[in-house]
């Protein structure tokens, strides 16, 4: 267990539908990381915040947005879904924005748009 | 482009021998590299990094080098065990990247036979 938990497990949904995921840090942590992962594009960077300030940006969507709350939990939201937006989406965190820093990676949630 | 390259086909070996995966990257200049290991529907978990000025890294039964030169990384399991089977996933953080935004290779599945 790796300390982020990341709600909920699964979520099934329709095209055109949108969606909030939510993930809560390791405690002490105040980094978050969002990733998505899928068969045919692996594990990609979507955004990272550090103590609710976005510090960088990977390949987002634009119908996809994240925050982090002043209580450092995150939420990304998802919207406009589409089919191929079906993947499992993990939240990481690490302790700042050093170098070097490990990221811990939650259970993920396994998004299915239909 | 840039391109971070892991084998897409599984690596089956037995029990007792040493595993060896590799990944290749191009078009990235990495302050380190990381390794980490991802079990079915679970979220990486991280393993070793090593930095662009460390040839070697060890920690117990694994090994990871890291050749600037030929832009590779070799990440050795020795006496491997049927619990070592999982996917390996190499990452990169480039020294343009903003924050702690980690690219990952595709991964290799390894699977060890009692």
């Known amino acids: 267990d790796s300390g982020v938990t990341q709600t909920p497990k699964h979520l099934i949904t329709a095209t055109g539908q949108r969606v909030t995921l939510r993930c809560s840090p390791r405690?002490?942590?105040?980094?978050v990381y969002w990733y998505q992962q899928s068969l045919d594009q692996g594990l990609q960077f979507l955004i990272q915040?550090?103590?609710?300030?976005?510090?960088a940006k990977g390949n987002i969507l634009e119908r996809f947005s994240a925050q982090q709350f002043p209580d450092l939990h995150s939420e990304l939201n998802l919207s406009s879904l589409e089919l191929g937006d079906s993947a499992l989406y993990f939240c990481?965190?690490?302790?700042?924005?050093?170098?070097?820093?490990?990221?811990?990676f939650g259970p993920g949630t396994r998004l299915l748009v239909l | 482009s840039q391109k971070i390259e892991q084998n897409s086909e599984a690596l089956n070996i037995q029990e007792g021998k040493t595993a060896t995966l590799t990944c290749n990257y191009t078009?990235?200049?990495?302050?380190?590299l990381q390794w980490y290991r991802q079990d079915p529907g679970r979220g990486p978990v991280f393993l070793l990094l090593i930095r662009e000025n460390e040839k070697e890294k060890r920690k117990e039964r694994l090994k990871v080098t890291f050749d600037t030169t030929l832009k590779q990384s070799l990440f050795h399991i020795t006496a491997s065990q049927p619990a070592d089977s999982a996917t390996y996933l190499c990452a990169l953080r480039h020294y343009n990247n903003a924050g702690n935004m980690l690219t990952f290779g595709g991964g290799t599945r390894l699977m060890v036979k009692p």
């Open positions: 078009n990235y200049s990495p302050a380190y």
């Open positions: 405690s002490g942590d105040l980094s």
């Open positions: 915040y550090y103590n609710g300030e976005e510090r």
């Open positions: 990481a965190s690490s302790v700042g924005v050093g170098d070097a820093e490990t990221q811990y």
